[in-house]
């Protein structure tokens, strides 16, 4: 291995270590305990160092959101694919992201919560994040309905399973009928 591939190697095995730290400490306590100082601390760099990856906390928070999505992603395609028939798809899909919502509170405020300097819905938006709304599309498209567009049902639907995990987090619905909510949008808006 050469000097170059060794620093290179080292550069980013210490900017996983940055991401890793600052999740850490936002799942623990909160994004407002995650500044550049306790995360040079907690990963015994000097903030200089943590500068040289990363401009600010704006910018561990978006790569904070790229891990989430793509680990969210996975989450949906493995709960989907281990179902059988839209119906079951669209009940795996949808209890998967609430869990993986309930499960790293932290980290889906970085990706939907959170300013992370990260594009949605255009053209520069990072291929994590288009590949988790994919995840979405796969299977909710097939059951948009009749002349409904699969992009929008999936919106739609993405933003009514978003609501379902803020406003329960929030302790604005009670947790303890978040499966029976989970089957009314399921059975109300996917044609199934």
Known sequence: ??????????????????????????????????????????????????????RGKREIIGAVALEGAAEMAAALRAAASAADGPCARVTALARAYLDFAARSPAVYDAMFQLDGGLAFANEDTPEPLQDAFAALLESLGEVAGDGVHPALFTEVFWAALHGLATLTRAGRLPPEDIERRTELLVDRLAVL
């Open 1 to 54: 291995m050469s000097v170059q591939e060794r620093k290179e190697r080292e550069r980013a095995d210490r900017e996983r270590l940055i991401v890793a730290t600052a999740r850490e400490l936002a799942e623990q306590q909160g994004w407002d305990a995650v500044t550049t100082r306790r995360l040079a601390e907690r990963i015994e760099y000097s903030q200089p160092v943590l500068y040289s990856h990363f």
